[in-house]
């Protein structure tokens, strides 16, 4: 399974990005997805996940609210939708593939993506 993240950039605070993780593979479209990110300085962090069938989702806590996780199997591709950005959500965004699990450890994931940079301006 190889991952591609994509969208990130330099974005204002209080607005809003989508994040795109594209999955090629011939069984990618069966595992569970999540999205996590590491500021600098700082240890990743889990935002969401969503499972194969999209009917189960997992998000952080401290993050439910501004971070939207979804899915479309037409383009094999998983989003998180990001809104009223804050200075303290810069960070590079990871996209990760798991085998039945949505949970929050980084080391059950078995695939990750190259990461996408997201720079929120005060």
């Known amino acids: 399974v190889q991952l591609q993240a994509s969208g990130g950039g330099l974005v204002q605070t209080g607005g809003s990005l989508r994040l795109s993780c594209t999955t090629s593979?011939?069984?990618?479209?069966?595992?569970?997805m999540g999205w996590f990110r590491q500021a600098p300085g700082k240890d990743r962090e889990f935002i969401a996940a969503?499972?194969?069938?999209?009917?189960?989702?997992n998000y952080a806590d401290s993050l439910k609210g501004r971070f939207t996780i979804s899915r479309d199997y037409v383009k094999n591709t998983v989003y998180l939708r990001v809104s009223t950005l804050k200075p303290e959500d810069t960070a590079i965004y990871y996209c990760?593939?798991?085998?039945?699990?949505?949970?929050?450890?980084?080391?059950?994931?078995?695939?990750w993506g190259q990461g996408t940079l997201v720079t929120v301006s005060s």
């Open positions: 990760a593939a798991a085998r039945d699990y949505i949970g929050t450890t980084g080391e059950l994931y078995d695939y």
């Open positions: 593979g011939r069984t990618a479209s069966r595992y569970d």
């Open positions: 969503i499972n194969w069938s999209g009917r189960s989702i």
